[in-house]
Each structure stands twice: as structure tokens, then as C-alpha cells.
């Protein structure tokens, strides 16, 4: 079956604009996760959803950065007034949801770029 | 709070030479503990986890590792790499505590297998 998809796959854009990134999970995952990965870092958790649950946000940088997930599938990353420290490649992430130790599918991640 | 160490950030093999990647890990509850690879131009994609049994973990591509609980470790194994073995290697955990769900990552080991 398909697998995580990601878009833009490259954004670029200039300091002060707004960025919107979308991901599309693999259908019937309950449970979606953005990550952010910058040059020579790990990969930052960002924010989690996990069915109707309140999201856990508590990876967000600040709040220029918001995120929604509408009908259960599809989410927006929103990044306002980028700043050139947000430069990184975005990465989303799906799975079952059924606990702790599920596997997390990724996408291809998307390559945002902030002049 | 949670973290991991990965303690070899870049590693340059020869083919048939033998591999272990070191992590540890900050936590004294219950955990699951995954490695993930990234090949050169691919998505992130999930070598092998630990979720609960045998501590000495089978994956993919003969890669296997082993949980020590005593020791909070688990170092990734391959007796004899290949050329098809370069890329970027990333350990992570999660635990049960509460609804929190999200993988806490290693910064990465980037392997490089000389044909």
C-alpha cells in the first residue's frame, strides 16, 4: 500500500513569510507525529496526534509553529514569520497507534529552506 | 528526562569488517528502543525494535542488537558489513509513561563502508 507522503518535498522561502506543510499518513493509522531534523542534530519531536485525543505539543519550538490534523488523516504543519533557524527538513510520521511500541512510518520529509 | 547517546558519530569500515554502534539510554522505566537507518536518499525505515521478550533483537539485512537493561544499552551488530550497509544509522527509545508516545533520538552514526 502506499506509504507516508509528504509535500512540498522542497520549500523555499524567505524570512518573515508563512509556510504551510502537508502530510498524508498511511491509511488507518491512528496515530501521526512531526519531527524536524536540522544539520548534524537528531531528529526533534515536534508534535503528536493520536486519534481524537488532544495533540501533544510539547515539542513545538514556540508559537509561531501550530499544527492540525483534520478528520483524523491529513495534517498541516503551519510555520508563521519563518526565521532562518527554521531551516530543516520537516519529517512526518504514521502508525497503528496501538501502543508504545509501534513502528513509525515516515515520509520523505519535506526540505524547507528560509532566506 | 529522557535521552539517548549514541557515542560514534561517524564510523569507515572496509566490507566483511564487523559493526557495533553504540546507544545508550536515559530511563529507568519501561521502554521500547528501535533502530532506524537511512540510506542516501531514502526515507527514514526501521532496522529492528525491542518491545518486550528475547533481548537480542533480529532485523533486517542480518543487523541484530541487543538490550541491556542493566547497562541501558542497546548497541546495533552486523558481523560483516557490505558496501549496501552506508548510511545514517539513528537509535531511539520510547516508554509508557502516560499517552506519551514519541521516540527520543540519538544524534546519528554515519557509516561508511569502503568497497
Known amino acids: 500500500g502506499a506509504g507516508v507522503s509528504q509535500s512540498p518535498s522542497n520549500k523555499v522561502t524567505e524570512k518573515g513569510k508563512d509556510v504551510e506543510l502537508r502530510c498524508d499518513p498511511i491509511s488507518g493509522h491512528t496515530a501521526l507525529y512531526w519531527y524536524r531534523q536540522s544539520l548534524g542534530q537528531g531528529l526533534e519531536f515536534l508534535i503528536y496526534f493520536q486519534g481524537n485525543s488532544a495533540p501533544d505539543k510539547s515539542g513545538l519550538p514556540s508559537d509561531r509553529f501550530s499544527a492540525e490534523r483534520t478528520g483524523g488523516s491529513v495534517s498541516t504543519l503551519t510555520i508563521q514569520r519563518t526565521q532562518q533557524e527554521d531551516s530543516a527538513v520537516y519529517l512526518c510520521a504514521s502508525s497503528h497507534g496501538q501502543g508504545a511500541g509501534d513502528t513509525q512510518y515516515f515520509g520523505p520529509g519535506t526540505r524547507l529552506t528560509v532566506l | 528526562a529522557q535521552s539517548v547517546s549514541q557515542h560514534n558519530h561517524h564510523v569507515i569500515l572496509s566490507e566483511a569488517a564487523s559493526l557495533e554502534l553504540g546507544c545508550n539510554y536515559s530511563y529507568g522505566g519501561t521502554v521500547n528502543l528501535f533502530w532506524y537507518v537511512q540510506y542516501p536518499g531514502q526515507h527514514l525505515q526501521l532496522l529492528l525494535k525491542y518491545f518486550s521478550g528475547d533481548p537480542l533483537v533480529k532485523g533486517i539485512k542480518g543487523f541484530e542488537a541487543e538490550f541491556i537493561k542493566s547497562k541501558f544499552s542497546f548497541n546495533l551488530r552486523k558481523p560483516s558489513v557490505q558496501w549496501s550497509d552506508t548510511a545514517e544509522y539513528f537509535c531511539?527509545?520510547?516508554?509508557?509513561?502516560?499517552?506519551?508516545?514519541?521516540?527520543?533520538w540519538g544524534l546519528g552514526t554515519s557509516l561508511a563502508v569502503n568497497p
Open positions: 531511539a527509545v520510547t516508554s509508557y509513561a502516560g499517552n506519551n508516545r514519541k521516540l527520543i
